[in-house]
């Protein structure tokens, strides 16, 4: 019996080449050996080539189902950091999405006492694009693949 291919797999390219930065600002959010070109994520959706779901999160409800670590936050970046700037909040686990930019925002708005904050939500596949290297975006489509295996 031939296995039907789940709609949410991807294909690993073998000639993979990561996007290039135009800016000169690198900034990368590293999640194990997935590394996330954050810069060209922001560069592409000012630029309107990457039109992410916009999504408003309530800030209560995401610290009681997601990992929340102020201590590790840098209190004098938490003093300069935007709220009204959209945060961004990646799909690395299928179904399950985390801030991959952002977390000082989130935090200062949660001290403030807002309710919601403003996001780009991106799922697993958009994702594929803004690897920051290829080993990383490799070893993410067999990840990726292997858990919608077991779904």
């Keep these: 019996m ?36 954050i810069s060209k994520i922001l560069e592409d959706i000012k630029s309107g080539h990457f039109k992410p779901k916009k999504q408003r999160i309530n800030l209560e409800k995401w610290i009681k189902t997601h990992y929340h670590s102020p201590d590790s936050l840098d209190e004098n970046h938490l003093k300069i950091a935007d709220t009204s700037k959209p945060i961004i909040q990646a799909e690395i686990k299928i179904g399950k999405f985390e801030i991959i930019d952002g977390n000082h925002r989130f935090e200062k708005a949660l ?24 080993k990383g975006y490799a070893c993410f489509v067999k990840y990726w693949n292997s858990k919608l295996e077991d779904a």
Aim: glycine fraction near 6%; avoid cysteine; proline fraction near 7%.
């Design 111 to 134: 001290r403030e006492g807002k309710k919601t904050i403003n996001s780009y939500k991106i799922y697993g596949e958009e994702l594929v694009p803004y690897f920051y290297d290829q």
């Design 2 to 37: 031939k296995k039907i291919k789940h709609p949410r797999s991807l294909k690993l390219l073998k000639n993979y080449i990561p996007k290039q930065q135009v800016g000169e600002e690198i900034e990368i959010y590293p999640n194990g050996v997935f590394t996330f070109f």
